[in-house]
């Protein structure tokens, strides 16, 4: 455990070079999605109402879960392809009496640590904005944290596994948007086509953002199907962390 | 750990990649406070034999020990005791030179307090006070080398093993490195370090071994291997023209032995001067001539018929 704190001691410091465009970002980024998606684009839908929630109150909780899937990727695709093949920081690590387990659990560490956080800015800032209305809103930064692993470990495999850049260009055409456009984060998914309907339920996203909205109190609950979203995105982020000690023990042990 | 115990034991050592055979069964028994060298061209088989020895790459045949341990059950464990500059730099150009040292530390799991005193300490001893807090991009080859030396100290290491430590770097430079390292082997620390430069080798090396084609083809001490395999001197002939071969032919019998490279003759011969006026007398008037010392480049070229740098 000590040696994969260590791991995420590199990242921090890292981090400490960039962080304050990325905290800018964080709290700039929700403040604009506020403004600009809730409050004028909501004037123009339904009078402001969906369901009998403002569509303020609507986006907020799809686009907290689609920016932890963001930062989950972003921080999966260039900063591992450049500690493999530019930086060569994983081959220095894996000199140093790191395990696998041990590198890889340090990224994570930090991954989750981006989200959680960024996630909790954009909560807080919606909430100002009379977006969360149950105190479970509390846990959303976490669940963030879980949709932010369930991109990570996949996308981390990936880049540990492939040559160059161009596989991130197709994740994010033939995924990312998708996603975010399918996903039910600006619309119910059950006003798309039933093809569509489908891609949104294998959609990790999707799971993410109803159980987002379950949270903030705008949709009501249901114990199973919430326990069954949890475990869905838990799959992802099981499989894929087990994907990336893979990959990384091919590219770092021969 | 018994004192007796060789710090690298390896019988029998093979690494494969698919069809490919790096390293073709070597036996290697380093012993503590020694300065071993890996003399070879590219390809010989050098750095996978490093690779195996830094518990990264697993033999595909044969055994190894390294500090007495095995490395496939104890990797982590022994890798806590190596110092590894590897060939590619693997420092983080965004940090700064005491950033690159302090976390590193952290990954031996060496305090933060002990880290900054160390790596402070080690910033000393290469030379790099100045730019303690620069960052490392903008370093030359040479500063990057002498951090890299740097961070592979930072545990108080039992065995650094250096892989190529001054490819790519400018003879000035180079020689930095070599005081540094120098400086180390007078201190008592064990060195393995590969090679493609034969003065390299004869500067740093107690004892050596020649690879070629994931083979072991000599080994022995450098002046050893020089006494074993080539004469006291060599005399350097060049003629004029693109093909040197029709005047080796008319060297018979001088010197011990001819090599014919695409520029140049290498006589050998215990003394070239006297050497060069048997050339003389036979009529012949090469373009330039030098007389000097075997090396182990010569070394190389006897047992494999080829340079090492080509």
């Excluded at chain 1, 410091?13 to 465009?21: A, K, L, P």
């Excluded at chain 2, 750990?1 to 019988?11: E, Y």
């Excluded at chain 2, 518990?55 to 104890?74: F, H, N, W, Y």
């Excluded at chain 2, 373009?287 to 090492?308: A, M, N």
Aim: glycine share 10%; hydrophobic share 45%; aromatic share 10%.
């Amino acid at each position: 455990m000590a040696a994969a704190f260590s791991v995420l001691e590199y990242n921090l410091v890292s981090y400490r070079r960039t962080w304050r465009g990325s905290a800018l970002s964080s709290f700039v980024l929700p403040v604009l999605f506020v403004l600009g998606f809730g409050i004028s684009v909501g004037s123009m839908v339904n009078t402001g109402k969906i369901g009998g929630t403002s569509y303020l109150s609507y986006i907020a909780p799809g686009m907290i879960a689609s920016t932890a899937m963001q930062i989950g990727i972003g921080e999966s695709t260039f900063p591992v392809m450049a500690k493999f093949q530019w930086i060569r920081t994983y081959h220095s690590m894996y000199a140093a009496p790191l395990s696998i387990g041990a590198i890889v659990g340090g990224d994570m560490i930090f991954v989750l640590l981006r989200v959680v956080s960024s996630c909790a800015v954009f909560l807080g800032v919606t909430a100002l904005f009379g977006a969360a209305h149950s105190w479970w809103s509390l846990v959303v930064p976490l669940l963030a944290g879980l949709i932010g692993l369930a991109f990570a470990t996949p996308v981390y495999a990936l880049a540990g596994t492939v040559q160059d850049a161009n596989a991130f260009a197709f994740v994010q055409r033939f995924a990312i948007i998708p996603m975010s456009l399918f996903s039910g984060v600006f619309f119910p998914v059950s006003s798309l086509p039933v093809v569509l309907q489908w891609l949104a339920y294998v959609s990790p996203l999707w799971h993410g953002v109803v159980l987002s909205r379950v949270a903030m109190g705008v949709e009501p609950g249901n114990t199973l199907a919430d326990v069954g979203h949890l475990a869905y995105l838990a799959l992802w982020a099981g499989a894929g962390y087990w994907l990336v000690l893979r990959a990384f023990r091919r590219k770092l042990s021969d | 750990m018994p004192d007796d115990l060789p710090l690298i034991h390896a019988r029998g050592l093979v690494k494969r990649f698919g069809d490919f055979t790096a390293v073709a069964g070597i036996d290697l028994d380093v012993q503590a406070g020694e300065s071993f060298g890996f003399l070879g061209p590219n390809g010989a088989g050098k750095s996978s034999t490093m690779r195996m020895i830094g518990c990264v790459s697993r033999p595909t045949e044969g055994t190894l020990r390294i500090l007495g341990k095995d490395p496939a059950r104890d990797g982590v464990a022994i890798r806590s005791k190596l110092g590894v500059c590897p060939q590619l730099d693997t420092l983080d150009p965004e940090l700064t030179v005491r950033q690159n040292l302090t976390v590193y530390a952290r990954y031996f799991g060496i305090g933060r307090r002990a880290a900054r005193a160390r790596a402070d300490e080690l910033i000393e001893f290469v030379q790099l006070t100045e730019r303690a807090n620069a960052k490392v991009e903008p370093l030359s080859g040479g500063m990057k080398r002498r951090l890299t030396i740097a961070r592979a100290m930072i545990n108080e290491p039992e065995l650094v093993l250096l892989d190529e430590p001054t490819t790519g770097l400018d003879p000035q430079a180079r020689h930095l490195v070599w005081e540094r390292l120098f400086r180390l082997k007078q201190q008592g620390v064990t060195l393995v370090l590969t090679t493609h430069y034969m003065d390299e080798a004869e500067q740093l090396c107690d004892r050596l071994v020649v690879m070629d084609g994931g083979r072991i083809v000599a080994q022995g001490g450098p002046r050893e291997l020089i006494e074993r395999y080539s004469t006291r001197e060599v005399l350097e002939l060049r003629f004029p023209g693109d093909d040197q071969a029709p005047y080796a032919e008319k060297l018979g019998g001088i010197g011990d032995r001819v090599e014919v490279l695409p520029d140049r003759i290498l006589l050998y011969t215990a003394d070239g001067d006297d050497a060069l006026v048997d050339v003389t007398g036979r009529g012949l008037h090469p373009s330039s001539v030098l007389v000097r010392r075997s090396s182990l480049e010569d070394v190389f070229l006897h047992l494999t018929g080829r340079t090492l740098v080509e």
